[in-house]
């Protein structure tokens, strides 16, 4: 693993991380989701490794801050924990994730494949329902959110929200919150407000009903969906939660919608089967690719 420096088009610096750099005919560009990095999240990490040993490069596409660690106390149990992102701006998403496609593009990679999970399946689905360039080959989204849902869900967020909008207003926007933020992380106050308004990633209301879909309808190619079995912000049924998802995409009965027995939403203690299930819908996607090319 390396650590790779891109450049967004307005200039900004992001860093991420690049398994198999070396490799120059598939690369897979995943986002992370909230409160999440290469360096405390096994999932990523896992994922990358597996990918390199079977010849596909990884880049994990930290976006805005991800890159950065910060180690806080969690007063629930007295002790230190390390997370990713406390600081990102929503709004910024299409212009990061471009980033490292630009970049795996001028790297020469002939497959592009723009993978995320949890909250950076909803960036990815931003864009590929946005953006008017072709070069996206493959589409790997797993545990994305209705975050409308998400909000109603999670403890302390209506607290965090509050406290979050009198913080801006008195000027403390770039101060982290003393509780955590949904119950798992520390959140600049700014953060928080950016979350609740990002419209843009409000792209599966499947629960909620508060959202759009037209960026689902919108991505052109095919690609797969993972849950987890377990994932408890989806509702009474994940596989449900994800096949409705997959119904609003323009072509659905050309994608994969998977379904990992009991694997949570972050897939704790499973992340090396999370691992081969990527590895397993690259595979057949690019085999039955040559499959039909053969035929022709």
């Known amino acids: 693993m390396e650590i790779l420096k891109v450049n967004t088009k307005d200039g900004l ?54 890159f950065s660690c ?25 212009e990061d994730v471009d980033a490292y496609v630009q970049y795996a593009k001028n790297a020469g990679y002939k497959n592009i494949i723009l993978a995320g999970h949890s909250l950076g399946s909803n960036k990815i689905i931003h864009y590929l329902g946005n953006t008017k360039d072709d070069c996206i080959d493959y589409f790997i989204v797993s545990s994305p959110v209705d975050i409308m849902h998400w909000w109603n869900v999670m403890p302390n967020i209506e607290m965090c929200h509050n406290m979050a909008k009198e913080w801006i207003e008195t000027g403390r926007g770039e101060d982290i919150l003393p509780f955590l933020f949904g119950g798992f992380s520390p959140m600049k106050a700014k953060t928080v407000i950016g979350f609740f308004d990002a419209d843009n990633l409000k792209n599966c209301p499947v629960i909620s009903k508060k959202g759009e879909i037209k960026s689902l309808y919108n991505i052109k190619p095919n690609g797969s969906f993972i849950i987890g079995s377990k994932d408890s912000v989806t509702g009474d049924s994940p596989k449900a939660f994800m096949e409705q998802i997959n119904m609003w995409t323009k072509n659905p009965g050309k994608n994969l919608v998977i379904e990992a027995e009991g694997a949570s939403h972050i897939f704790y203690g499973k992340h090396d089967i999370y691992a081969k299930i990527v590895l397993d819908c690259i595979k057949n996607h690019y085999q039955t690719y040559i499959k039909y090319e053969t035929r022709l």
Do not use: P, W
Request: aromatic share 12%; proline share 0%.
């Open 13 to 66: 610096e992001l860093k991420g991380a690049i398994f198999g750099k070396a490799f120059h005919d598939t690369v897979v560009i995943m986002l992370s989701g909230i409160c999440s990095n290469v360096f405390q999240n096994e999932l990523l990490y896992s994922t990358g490794k597996l990918l390199e040993e079977n010849g596909i490069a990884t880049i994990i596409a930290h976006t805005r801050d991800s």
């Open 70 to 94: 910060f180690a806080y106390t969690d007063i629930s149990t007295q002790k230190q924990k390390i997370t990713g992102t406390f600081d990102d701006e929503f709004e910024k998403v299409y």
